[in-house]
């Protein structure tokens, strides 16, 4: 069973930090592309960061540029998305998500939803 699971979700003051991270189960990691994205009620969601686990220089949205950075582990089972410099427009629920490599081959499809297939559930970050 496929599964990807986030935390380190939760509340700061803006201009603070987290960080959160993203596990995954049940799939072999060594090549897929993996992706952070964001959502507030009432609007799409948002790519933010991806990355693809055999290596390569990451994407980031404009949003976030600057002040999130996107990685893994040596054992690439667990992603991480640390988030500095937080603004009150970063709250939203923070998703992770695996999909095929090629994912990763073109910043808009790595930062869009479409070719993602496995989602973990969510964790809520608040910055007020």
């Known amino acids: 069973h496929v599964q990807l699971v986030e935390s380190g979700g939760g509340s700061v003051e803006p201009g603070g930090s987290l960080r959160l991270s993203c596990t995954g189960s049940g799939y072999t990691p060594s090549r897929y592309c993996m992706g952070w994205f964001r959502q507030v009620p009432g609007k799409e969601r948002e790519g933010i960061a991806a990355?693809?686990?055999?290596?390569?220089?990451?994407y980031y949205s404009d949003s976030v540029k600057g002040r999130f950075t996107i990685s893994q582990d040596d054992a690439r089972t667990t992603l991480y998305l640390q988030m500095n410099s937080l603004k009150s427009e970063d709250t939203a629920m923070y998703y992770c998500?695996?999909?095929?490599?090629?994912?990763?081959?073109?910043?808009?499809?790595?930062?869009?939803?479409?070719?993602?297939?496995?989602w973990g559930q969510g964790t809520q970050v608040t910055v007020s």
């Open positions: 990355l693809f686990t055999g290596g390569m220089s990451p």
């Open positions: 998500a695996a999909g095929p490599a090629a994912t990763c081959m073109y910043s808009t499809q790595a930062l869009g939803v479409i070719d993602y297939n496995i």
